[in-house]
């Protein structure tokens, strides 16, 4: 291990997690920016609302579907290699999409997208469950997670000036090259804990010692080669179950935001494009403030001696009843009460996505890829099914079905983290 013996106590696991914080907010600039462009693409492709839904979830059925995979590939890759190989890959599939024109060849980009994304979320779980003791956890998933919304919440309105002057085709263009400049200088600066030079011994005692996974993740690399045997430990526990259920009642609300949201604005509910886009940002930032106040208070609570059933749960039940608030826009007519509304719904959606902690405590220690794997697999499921039933029920421009139905999954995911999940553990299995 070549870890400096610097006197002075050193902090770079925030400088870790800052960059974790702004891959996070590119992977979501890639992913959203299709919602952005889809007003434009739909005109000039003439494409009805059905066959933009399955535009906006062909992402997701390679994503999703290849999470397991993923998930163990990050169980045995180093970060440091493993993400700009997917940052290039993925990067180059959003640039290519402003080089098509049929229906077919857009689908076919953003299943690319899907595919090469697919390891980040487990690896981002394994950089934090790497580099953070298990008290600061909480609190390091609320700051990368809420990547995904500060990253939307002012990337919206960027995104659109950028097609107002380059067209969406431009919007894609320079959505890749991002990407590709930032796989780079993710390669010069990512180390490993065990591999940081400046990381000092006082740190690495801190991160150990609260039950930061470091040598561990090196040793079972090293001494174990995956046997399918550890799939079906992942799928036959009753308390995983509630996780992966509780993600994919998430994960509906947040898809709905990432793609049908500015249509919703613009045809249903008449705004400009220009406004619509200022707008959009408001349930972003509300999401924002949810996620960062869940983590740090969630992290609050455990230091203070409070149970993990309470600390760790709390806010994600808390946030699962905010998010029926989304019914609410179904009767009013009025634009501020419509955007309180989704607001207070994203703001509930933000609050309980620190779901991840519970990968970090649950899942067995040799297995936190697998298991962050079938956990994004079944999340992902949402963003492959929820876009395309929205575009159904949405199908003749009326939006208030999509809605009910959306609130009826956030109460859903309340149950499954109120009577499956139980105990908040980590699962010990006998090798």
Avoid at 86 to 108: D, E, K, P, R, Y
Wanted: charged share 15%; aromatic share 14%.
């Amino acid at each position: 291990m070549s870890i400096s013996t610097a006197e002075k106590t050193t902090t770079k696991r925030y400088n870790i997690l800052a960059l974790v914080f702004i891959t996070v907010v590119i992977n979501y600039m890639d992913r959203s920016n299709i919602s952005v462009a889809a007003a434009a693409i739909t005109e000039e492709l003439a494409l009805t609302k059905v066959q933009m839904g399955l535009i906006f979830s062909a992402f997701a059925w390679t994503y999703s579907s290849l999470q397991i995979p993923g998930g163990i590939i990050v169980d045995y890759v180093k970060p440091r290699i493993l993400y700009p190989i997917m940052l290039i890959l993925w990067s180059v599939s959003t640039l290519v999409q402003g080089f098509v024109s049929s229906l077919s060849a857009l689908i076919g980009c953003r299943m690319a997208i899907g595919l090469f994304e697919a390891p980040s979320y487990p690896c981002n779980n394994k950089i934090v469950t790497s580099w953070f003791p298990e008290k600061e956890r909480a609190s390091a998933i609320a700051v990368y997670t809420s990547g995904q919304f500060i990253g939307l919440a002012f990337l919206t309105p960027a995104l659109i000036m950028i097609q107002n002057m380059m067209g969406w085709r431009g919007l894609f263009i320079v959505s890749g090259i991002i990407g590709i400049v930032w796989a780079i200088i993710w390669y010069g600066f990512y180390r490993d804990p065990e591999n940081h030079n400046s990381v000092s011994e006082d740190e690495i005692n801190h991160i150990e010692e609260g039950g930061g996974l470091i040598n561990h993740i090196t040793i079972e690399k090293e001494e174990r080669k995956f046997d399918w045997k550890d799939l079906q430990k992942a799928i036959s526990y009753r308390k995983l179950w509630g996780v992966y259920l509780g993600q994919f009642c998430l994960g509906s609300l947040f898809i709905f935001f990432l793609t049908w949201f500015p249509t919703y604005l613009v045809e249903y509910r008449g705004l400009d494009f220009i406004k619509s886009g200022f707008l959009a940002s408001l349930p972003f930032l509300a999401a924002f403030v949810g996620v960062l106040l869940s983590g740090f208070s969630s992290d609050a609570l455990v230091r203070k001696g409070y149970s993990n059933e309470f600390a760790r749960k709390a806010p994600v039940l808390v946030g699962m009843l905010l998010s029926l608030s989304i019914i609410g826009a179904n009767y009013t007519d009025n634009t501020s009460l419509i955007i309180f509304f989704l607001s207070l719904a994203f703001f509930g959606n933000g609050l309980a996505s620190i779901t991840w902690v519970f990968v970090s405590l649950l899942a067995p220690k040799r297995m936190i890829g697998l298991v962050g794997g079938v956990f994004n697999f079944v999340g992902g499921l949402s963003a492959a099914i929820t876009p395309v039933v929205i575009g159904y029920l949405a199908e003749d421009g009326d939006f208030k079905p999509a809605l009910f139905y959306i609130g009826a999954l956030a109460f859903l995911g309340f149950c499954s983290y109120l009577f499956l999940v139980g105990k908040v553990e980590r699962i010990e299995i006998n090798d």
